[in-house]
């Protein structure tokens, strides 16, 4: 059962971050401050904080059954306010609904800058804080307000924006016509049906006076929109422009900031310049298809420092103050126009257009290229951020990927990645950085702080292991394509390939050999190779000079060939193939795990045949063989302290192996599903593990019992890793109520990193210290309460002995207290009554009151305190908020009093009989 895995303890690993799926492709909006943006997720709108990509909410509340997933709404696009507080979606059905994002706003980045306060507030604890700084991805946010919705169009709507001033925006569908719609109206101001395709981009001028408005459709006409003639084409001369030059599908269409041209550009691999009498002014074949094109302020491009045709600098630029060189320059200024692309070649490029002017011809050139490597499957959009202090360029590329470039150099600053996918595996790198693989055919470099990433590219399949070697600075990689890669964690550049195995690699591990071991390995290369081969030398790496010293790093690998390969390389060969020094067929099925030990003198491997079989690094000999698992195995892990080997398989267990005797010493079982992942924790004294229903479990390996459960993926964990004890170390710094750790005890890992199939990175925190202290706290206030109770008893001062029993949720000792109270006072004024007692509480402490009393009432015995502590509370505020908290009090309360009334009328009524019999024994005297 699913239930029987949660923890009965407080859950001492909390979510300090979560990384969502945010963007799987289509529209990017930012917020007028830039401070974050609007992105389509599947079937549904995300709001995201653009600082660390992290998820504020989503515009749609996310389905919790198959039922509702069916039945829930699906986006195609949507549009911004200009003001950003409100938001316009489209979705399947033709349905368009206007969203208030207020609320969820403030809720939100209000609990951003709370976080950010929270971390220099010396006197919050440390659980306060996590709450804080991650409210917004871990609580439940108000949801946007539906203000109004109205059916649109008669097929789905491909796209939408707003104008400048925030009353109207248009859309365009598949039925192929663009509507204009009135905001405060909310009906239909144009109707313009003089497309023949599926209209693919619509777009108003970025000025607010201008009531011009553009539209593409998929056969590669373009219209421009006169708003001011209300009529159609067909109806009035000059009312709208037909752009007819392109033979493909319109990508964007942008008006130039004047007003004076227009741009288009399409997936035909051409750039048009028209200009306001809808001529063509200029075509440039770009030789890749178009997928996104803004207009760049020119004073953001390094095109402000031109002053004329023949490139000569401005007097602004070179600070000469010359009034007749001055004047000279003026007289040949020429406007300019910086036009950005985005395209199927993943690079973006900055083309600039001149007008003709002065018999000159107009131009179209570019200007400047990203000098960056493309970006694998190529860019998908293009966008502008506003901020108060600079302004950015935005692609999105075909893998999800959010990269901000700067205008002036087109240099790549931060790259968020929208979508994860499934992550496949994890390791941690210095500098609170994980390197991830995803379901794709690269591996990812991620700062866990920002979200930042930096892609390592190679591959030509989905890469399924990684591995890290902090002190070389190196990343390893095995793909389905069968090979491996190093990868410079500095640079994110390929240093070495080793390509041998026959299917796909399932996992790598760095292995550092002693020197001894090394130089046999060395022999054995020279034996095996010509003697020519053996003394050829290879240019060095100057980048990696600084780890000369270091002795070469050895890679082990293994996948679903059965085989286990050991590769060598050199940290001075730049661009080199690994060299296999050994090839074992380890198992008669897939290899799905390696571990080395911490000596380096075991490697450990793990297959679908249920084995798991120890090796010899000096020899590659077989030197064990353990049995047990009913299943294939997972994942396995050697103790950093002790001689034993963790494994997690498909049998729902976990083992712990003695490497000395070679046997098992524990099986932990708990989990539900199938175990993925382990990871050994503080100092080898806990062990954690991951399963196939996405939850994680803490063990304590001394008592081999679970002490913690965690769930917040809702799929498989594929993926688990521990930060070093170094950056937890930093964090806990930087916590104001963190525990300092003794220096003597092993290194503590209080950070940990999960995940898995449903595409999210949490990132996980031990609070156990803080726990702790806090609970140490909370027993020093209940044990000084506690005294405070019993001398209030003694001194007869029953009004605050009643409060600590309350506060202490001590029932008896309230009920006794408050039946002295009842036989002491004189009435309902006197301070040591119920009634003073009841006027003292709060709201919590008075709806407890209202349940003990009705507990209290169950019982004949109690029914007298009770219905005085009834009476003083109907006498003050009722805190009952909800008719169900209500009805849960009242309808038991009511029932007993009937049933005391009932007893107290027979017991009157037979009282009666004993004053007549009594009456009769005084006649008979």
């Known amino acids: 059962m699913e239930g029987a895995e949660t923890a009965s303890e407080e859950a001492t690993w909390r979510v300090r971050a979560s990384h969502d799926g945010v963007y799987t492709g289509g529209k990017l909006a930012f917020s007028p401050d830039g401070v974050w943006f609007a992105s389509m997720y599947e079937n549904n709108v995300s709001c995201v904080e653009a600082a660390t990509g992290r998820l504020l909410f989503r515009v749609q509340r996310e389905p919790d059954t198959e039922e509702e997933a069916e039945l829930a709404e699906r986006f195609t696009t949507f549009c911004l306010h200009p003001d950003g507080q409100e938001i316009v979606t489209a979705s399947d059905n033709q349905l368009i609904r206007c969203w208030s994002l207020r609320e969820p706003l403030e809720e939100a980045l209000g609990a951003v800058k709370a976080s950010i306060g929270g ?62 719609w009135s905001m405060s109206g909310g009906y239909c101001t144009h109707n313009f049906r003089a497309h023949s395709a599926v209209i693919t981009f619509v777009g108003f001028h970025p000025r607010g006076a201008d009531l011009r408005l553009a539209s593409g459709d998929s056969s590669g006409v373009a219209h421009v929109w006169d ?42 691999k051409v750039l048009c310049v028209w200009n306001k009498a809808g001529k063509l002014v200029k075509s440039l074949a770009v030789l890749e298809p178009i997928e996104g094109m803004v207009v760049v302020p020119i004073d953001a491009t390094s095109m402000a420092t031109i002053a004329n045709d023949d490139g000569v600098a401005s007097a602004l630029a070179n600070g000469k103050k010359n009034s007749k060189a001055g004047k000279h320059r003026a007289t040949r200024q020429t406007v300019r126009y910086a036009i950005a692309i985005a395209g199927s070649k ?21 200007f400047a290229t990203e000098g960056h490597v493309s970006v694998p499957n190529g860019l998908t959009g293009l966008f502008l951020r506003r901020s108060a202090d ?7 590329t075909f893998d999800n990927l959010i990269v901000y470039l700067d205008p002036k150099t087109l240099q790549r600053g931060r790259q968020l990645i929208g979508f994860n996918d499934e992550i496949l595996d994890l390791k941690a790198l210095p500098g609170r950085r994980v390197v991830m693989a995803t379901n794709a055919d690269y591996a990812a470099l991620v700062s866990l702080d920002t979200f930042d990433s930096m892609l390592l590219t190679g591959h030509k399949a989905a890469v399924l292991s990684v591995d890290v070697s902090p002190a070389h600075g190196y990343i390893v990689t095995g793909s389905k394509d069968n090979s491996i890669r190093v990868f410079s964690a500095r640079t994110g550049t390929c240093i070495a390939v080793g390509e041998g195995h026959t299917e796909a690699v399932a996992s790598v591990r760095f292995l550092q050999l002693d020197e001894q071991v090394l130089a046999r390995l060395e022999d054995q290369e020279k034996d095996a190779l010509p003697q020519a081969t053996a003394k ?61 030990s911490p000596n380096k003198a075991l ?103 679970c002490t913690g459960t965690m769930e917040h993926h809702d799929d498989k964990v594929w993926a688990l ?88 949720n001590r029932p008896h000792q309230l009920r006794t207290t408050l039946e ?28 407890k009151c209202w349940e003990l009393a009705r507990d209290w009432n169950m019982y004949a015995r109690n029914a007298t305190v009770a219905h005085a502590l009834l009476e003083a509370l109907l006498a003050v505020e009722i805190p009952l908020a909800s008719s169900a908290k209500a009805q849960a009090i009242l309808d038991p309360t009511l029932a007993y009093s009937e049933r005391h009334f009932q007893r107290l009328d027979r017991l009157a009524k037979d009282s009666y009989l004993l004053d007549h019999a009594l009456s009769c024994m005084d006649h008979l005297d």
Not at 233 to 246: D, F, I, K, Q, V
Not at 390 to 396: E, G, H
Not at 622 to 635: E, F, S, V
């Open 119 to 180: 971390e220099q507030d010396q006197d919050e604890n440390a659980g306060a804080q996590v709450s804080k700084r991650h409210a917004f991805a871990m609580a439940k946010s108000s949801r946007p307000e539906m203000l109004k919705s109205w059916k649109g169009h008669l097929g789905p709507i491909t796209c939408a924006d707003f104008h400048a001033q925030g009353d109207l925006f248009a859309t365009g569908s598949s039925d192929r016509t663009v509507k204009v």
């Open 390 to 396: 600079a302004l950015d360029l935005v692609a999105t």
């Open 820 to 847: 002295t109270m009842l036989t002491t006072a004189k009435s309902n004024e006197d301070p040591m009554s119920v009634a003073s007692f009841v006027r003292t509480l709060t709201r919590p402490q008075l709806f």
């Open 603 to 705: 490697v450990a491997t793990g297959s679908q045949d249920r084995l798991i079989k120890l090796w010899n690094v000096d020899d590659f000999g077989l030197r064990a063989t353990l049995r047990g698992h009913k299943r294939g195995i997972w994942d396995l892990a050697f103790s950093p302290v002790e001689r034993c080997l963790a494994s997690a398989s498909a049998d729902k267990t976990i083992r712990i192996w003695s490497i000395g005797e070679m046997a098992c010493l524990s099986v932990l079982e708990g989990h539900a599903t199938s175990v993925l992942r382990v990871q050994y924790l503080a100092g080898g004294q806990h062990l954690a593990s991951a399963a196939s229903n996405g939850v994680l479990k803490v063990w304590a390996l001394r008592k081999g019992e």
């Open 346 to 366: 993943g690079i973006v490029r900055l083309y600039c257009f001149t007008p003709a002017q002065e018999g000159k011809e107009a131009s179209l050139t570019m």
């Open 227 to 268: 708003l001011m003639a209300q009529t159609d084409a067909s109806e009035s001369e000059g009312a709208h422009l037909a752009l007819n030059n392109h033979f493909s599908a319109i990508s964007t269409v942008r008006f130039s900031a004047d007003g004076r041209f227009v741009f288009t550009a399409s997936r035909d």
């Open 536 to 596: 050829r030398q290879r240019p060095s790496d100057a980048a990696d000079a600084g780890m000369h010293k270091l002795s070469p790093p050895v890679i082990v690998s293994g996948g679903a060939d059965k085989s286990l390969k050991l590769w060598a390389m050199e940290t001075r060969r730049l661009a080199q193939a690994l060299v296999c020094k050994h090839t074992e067929i380890a198992h008669d099925k897939a290899i799905n795990a390696l571990a080395t």
């Open 721 to 808: 890793t521990a930060l070093s004890p170094e950056d937890s170390a930093a964090i806990k710094d930087n916590d104001a109520a963190s525990v300092v750790a003794d220096d003597t005890r092993p290194p503590q890992t209080s950070e940990l990193v999960s995940g898995g199939s449903d595409s999210r990175l949490v990132l996980w925190q031990d609070f156990s210290e803080q726990l702790a202290k806090e609970s140490l706290a909370r027993d020093e206030e209940k044990l000084l309460k506690e005294q405070e109770l019993f001398a209030s008893l003694r001194s007869r001062d029953y009004l605050r002995a009643a409060l600590r029993a309350l506060e202490l």
